[in-house]
């Protein structure tokens, strides 16, 4: 049985993970045509939502000191969202649209983890196409619907610039490991009501294990290109706390 779910474990489970990305050639050979598509595919989402914020807050000359103040403070708290949001929604569009080369590297990080469980996850249980793109949607309807929601809560005056952003890195975080765990519970043939039920389940340790990584994939062009550590270094969460637990 996996420990009781925690931050701290997943912070953990982060840097095992990262460490074994590293020492892995067969990670390093995988992973950067995903790399590459991911930096394409969130530099354009960072951009383009960049603009819209700033577009939606304007700043005029003749403002008062208070309202140019409040309207910088919000186009910064925009700008942190969209620079955590555009590399998990580059991440969603890659995982529906090109799945094999996240499933490439995902792979290479459990064979470097733990060769036996890699060979039971070589003949994997059928999902169906329909249903992982189902699922892959259901996911990005609710990171997007939860976005709005906490660009609506960044608005309010002096505490949203600050609990907005921090509210979306929370979710984003919780987000980016569930779809990082994606090529496994393809895999295991996990619908997305199992999948749900086991995100629910580790909150606290899928939190601690995304949370470093959210933030590294809000650098611009840079934290896309190491999401491929992340991807591989999701192994030693599927080794040391899921397949601990027997599930999914």
């Known amino acids: 049985m996996a420990p009781p779910s925690s931050l701290p474990r997943g ?40 603009w819209l914020v700033w577009w939606f807050v304007p700043v005029a000359s003749d403002m008062s000191w208070t309202t140019w103040l409040g309207s910088w403070l919000l186009r910064a708290g925009g700008t942190v969202l969209a620079l955590i949001a555009a590399p998990m929604l580059a991440l969603f569009v890659v995982n529906t649209a090109l799945p094999f080369l996240a499933d490439a590297v995902f792979m290479a990080g459990v064979r470097a983890a733990d060769p036996q469980l890699a060979a039971r996850l070589e003949r994997p249980a059928e999902v169906g196409l329909v249903a992982s793109v189902v699922g892959s949607v259901r996911r990005l309807v609710s990171f997007v619907g939860v976005t709005l929601a906490l660009v609506a809560v960044s608005l309010v005056p002096l505490v949203g610039a600050v609990l907005g952003p921090a509210l979306e890195l929370w979710f984003a975080a919780r987000t980016l490991t569930w779809e990082l765990l994606d090529p496994y519970f393809e895999r295991t043939g996990a619908d997305f009501p199992r999948q749900r039920a086991l995100v629910q389940a580790r909150a606290a340790t899928l939190v601690g294990f995304g949370l470093p990584w959210t933030l590294v994939m809000a650098l611009p ?9 992340a ?12 397949e601990a637990d027997g599930t999914p």
């Open 231 to 242: 991807q591989a270094g999701v192994a030693a969460l599927v080794v040391e706390d899921l």
């Open 221 to 229: 062009l840079v934290g896309p290109l190491l999401f491929g550590l």
């Open 11 to 50: 912070l953990r489970l982060a840097v095992s993970g990262l460490k074994l990305a590293l020492a892995s050639a067969d990670v390093r050979r995988t992973y950067v045509r995903l790399a590459l598509a991911l930096v394409v595919i969130a530099a354009a989402l960072t951009a383009g939502l960049a």
